[in-house]
């Protein structure tokens, strides 16, 4: 038993080596590696100092590491074009845009993370369960999928809004109800691609329970083939994320959400301050270009035989 | 199984999912506004105006009767009259739904050009620069909000070179011809209205643009692969080997044979421009369904959110069903499932 341990965790290591090899030759998936780990490492850090801010009733742990205070009104500074001392410029109420942006990091991150995990349960469930029992359980599953695809995503998840109201979580719920039906596709493509191999048929004659064979055996198998997809769609969900905030549906003011930078400074656009619009903008590009290529770059090294389960 | 089974199945399907679609709308409304007479009857409820909106919506009795005159007041096209505009909301629709299609369908022109194109100049020209650059430039796009792409054309184009509009549209200081489909720039050509079929073209252009770049890539990427597969087919070297032109191999050979599974994307492609155009419309002021939508977003005029969204799905489940029927229609070779 302990051997066994031994074996797998020595074969993850190695193939997260092997992944940082294939890496090294192919430069934009290293490109995608590097912005994604940024995003999300830099976002871990930072939600972590607001966090402890909350916990000590202290809110300037939050802006500790960042150059300027993303609160602070400084109306002599305000409409600073992008320079040495404010990198992104400054706002209508003089508040620098870099901290802004980067205190605002979080919650794309943990929408993100949140909403492409709670899709892959609950589509990944439903596409199992359509795929392995078949018939009529595929069908009404397949059927009910099929409704909430037909619903365009952004104007579901704004209705969804509408009935539960605003918020980040409230957002996160939205989406993950336009978000799951595509999971369950793909888990259901998958499901029928596995149950048809041999290793299931052993489980079944070894006396393994249907959930035992769903989630030990297939689940794992499945998994692989999705992990591509998921990375380049946490950048998908930034994007519709980015739009509900822009059209006034996330956190409100004064959290600096990158969709309401964006629609915020549409106020000022072109004049007096083309940046306010657009930096927040193009970093979210940055982040979304940087999770598709990884994405892209996972699943050329898995057809290339990278992962050989 | 014949075209005509595989139709009435697809059929069944989508009254299917039509019905439950209406069913989703119908609970959402429900959560949303647990009692909306008192929602609709604006910032100083009178009590008889609540009660008679109460009862003109069926609000007292149990749900599943109020679901019954739901069902039958969409199936009716009659939703009422909506609580803001004080007009049909029929009527509303009517006015604002032709507005999106025709920028969709303007956006669909130009995937249609600029997808088919860059993705043939990708494939011919497989792994060199001109490849390279393709394939950056639509990976940006798509990887870009549809705002920042619509901001970024207006601050280049119509602010920059100034040589389109920006928002709007078209110029408000000329009459807009009559109604006829309800797009602009066509009632304005249907009616040689030419000035203003000027103006509303050069509108249109733009936020056009906007939704086409940020959903060319797809068609540009499928076509690019699906070429690159095809070149290695037998017929192609078959094709080389009997000495036709190299332009006529890829024009007539690969290009057709690629775009079988395009035209079913584009089916597709067209239902997510429907969605896609909401941010759109916001930021270029284009008065269409999506502006209308957001609009009703914002004052909560929740029957007009729901009627717009039923009017998207629908569009949705058309739009799938037509790529269904193509993607059988275009290729015989393809078996109807």
Known sequence: MATQTVVISERRISSL???MTY?????????GFIITIAFYGWSIIEGILQLLGMVFHNPAIGWALLPYNPFAVNYAAAFQPPSLKHIFGTDNLGRDLFSEILYGAPTEALISILVVGSAILIGGLIGMISGYFGKYVDETGMRVTDMFLAFPAIILALAVEAAIGRGAINAAIALVVVWWPTYARLF???????KTQYFVDAAKLSGTGTMGIIFRHIFPNVLTPIISYATIDLGN????YSIISFLGFGVPP?????????????????????????IPGVVITIVVIGLALLGDGISEYITSGGITT | MGLASFLIRRGINMVITVLGVIFIMFIITHIITPNPAVAWAGPHPVPSIVEAITKEYHLNDPVYVQFYYFLLAVIQGNWGEDPMYHQPIIQLIDTYFPRTLELTIAAMIVIIILGILTGAIAAVHKNTPTDYTIRAFYLVTWSMPPFLVAMLLQLAIAYGLKLLPATGLANPLLSPPKLITGMPTVDALIEGDWPYFWSSLRHLILPATALALVAFGIISRLIRNSMIDIAAKPFIRTAIMKGLRERDVVFKHMLRNALIPAITVLALTFASLLAGAVVIEDVFSWTGMGWLLTQALYQQDYPLVMAGTFIVAIGVVIANLVADILYAVVD???KLE
């Not at chain 1, 259901?188 to 596995?194: H, M, Q």
């Not at chain 1, 969900?237 to 519709?240: Q, R, Y």
Request: cysteine-free.
């Open chain 1, 237 to 240: 969900v930034i994007l519709a």
């Open chain 1, 23 to 31: 890496m090294r030759h192919n430069p934009p998936t290293l490109v």
């Open chain 2, 332 to 334: 015989p070779r393809i």
């Open chain 1, 188 to 194: 259901r493509a998958e499901t029928l691609r596995i």
């Open chain 1, 254 to 278: 004064p959290y600096p959400e990158w969709g309401r930078l964006v629609s915020e400074g549409f106020q000022y656009f072109p004049a007096p301050a083309w940046w306010y619009a657009i």
């Open chain 1, 17 to 19: 080596r092997l992944f």
